[in-house]
């Protein structure tokens, strides 16, 4: 299928291994964050979020991480899988509005 | 059930021309928005509609539009169209409206549409 993005950061992992991908954001105000995963051909994917008062969300092989001191967002992601391979987008939500601002993406290779 | 669905999937236009995309969201989402994705870049917030009232509105210029009907489908319109136009268009849909946390959005596979 067509690419999602050209020219993304590239993070390419084996499979098995942990994936770490890291996020800046840039508002203060943002009131919660998200991270999407997007195959291509298809649509953003909702994969967790976490609020702006937390440090820290576990879901199923994926955990977030804020550092709001640094303004740093990660996704962690266990045992990766070639399921796994996409572009994955941090999004921000800026307190009191209703729109999400989306980070540029990171493209995850996993090879076996 | 059915997740956020768009029509049509691709279109090809010419420079000048008028295009209407349209969506469907979640059955009990009554907030619609919509998003451009440049190719190599994250989407970019267009607008956002809840219980047919426009919530928010990104800087995109006057020739795009959209309204929700009463069914929560809702249509974006862009008129004049320019090459820079190309682009993914996506919609979304959650229940309450966009900024709640634990009720994210949800994405249609969007329409991807080529200015010539």
């Known amino acids: 299928g067509e690419s999602v993005g050209l020219h993304l950061p590239t993070l390419s992992v084996q499979e098995g291994d942990n994936s770490i991908i890291n996020c800046a954001y840039s508002n203060s105000a943002s009131d919660y964050f998200i991270w999407y995963k997007q195959e291509s051909g298809k649509g953003p994917q909702f994969i967790i979020d976490?609020?702006?008062?937390?440090d820290k969300r576990q879901g199923q092989r994926v955990t977030v991480l804020l550092n709001k001191t640094v303004k740093h967002l990660s996704l962690q992601i266990a045992a990766t899988q070639p399921g796994d391979s996409a572009v994955y987008f941090c999004?921000?939500?800026?307190?009191?509005?209703?729109?999400?601002?989306f980070g540029t993406g990171t493209r995850l290779q996993v090879f076996p | 059930d059915a997740g956020v669905t768009q029509s049509p999937t691709h279109l090809i236009k010419t420079r000048g021309q008028h295009v209407t995309l349209r969506c469907s969201p979640i059955?009990?989402?009554?907030?619609v928005s919509w998003y451009q994705q440049v190719l190599g870049q994250g989407p970019q917030f267009i607008f956002q509609?809840?219980?047919?009232?426009?919530?928010g509105r990104g800087n995109f210029p006057d020739r795009f539009s959209a309204r929700q009907f009463p069914n929560y489908s809702s249509e974006l319109n862009v008129n004049a169209l320019l090459l820079g136009d190309s682009a993914l268009y996506l919609c979304?849909?959650?229940?309450?409206?966009?900024?709640?946390?634990?009720?994210?959005?949800?994405f249609g596979n969007g329409t991807r549409l080529t200015v010539t």
């Open positions: 999004a921000e939500n800026i307190r009191n509005t209703d729109k999400l601002i």
């Open positions: 059955s009990g989402h009554k907030s």
């Open positions: 979304a849909s959650s229940f309450s409206p966009q900024g709640s946390y634990n009720s994210p959005l949800h």
């Open positions: 976490i609020r702006s008062n937390m």
């Open positions: 509609y809840y219980e047919k009232e426009e919530r």
